[in-house]
């Protein structure tokens, strides 16, 4: 059984669907980091911004809000926010 890019086992098909996910979510990073390098240019967020560290966190955010999701939780608990 081949490995996927971190060593896990998976069946070939499962490992070309795991790569295409992975190319599919480092796409989404590379253009919301994109985004946030012109907000940082016209002015939408400060000079010292990150747009690398921010995309990073946001992606995160969302990952784990798509994987909550699946699991079950509510599109209202997944929009709550926190008090």
């Known amino acids: 059984m081949p490995d ?3 060593g896990h086992q998976c069946h070939p ?3 070309e669907v795991a790569t295409y996910l992975r190319d ?6 590379a253009t919301l980091e994109a ?8 002015g939408e ?3 010292s ?7 990073a966190y946001i ?3 969302i990952q784990g809000m798509s994987q909550r999701a699946r699991d079950g939780a509510t599109a209202a ?6 008090s």
């Open 24 to 29: 599919l979510r480092n796409e989404n990073l």
């Open 77 to 82: 608990e997944l929009t709550k926010p926190p």
């Open 59 to 61: 992606a995160a955010v």
């Open 13 to 15: 098909q499962d490992a």
């Open 45 to 47: 967020l400060p000079a």
């Open 49 to 55: 911004a990150d747009p690398r560290s921010l995309a």
């Open 4 to 6: 996927d890019q971190r």
């Open 35 to 42: 985004r946030l390098r012109t907000a940082r240019q016209t």
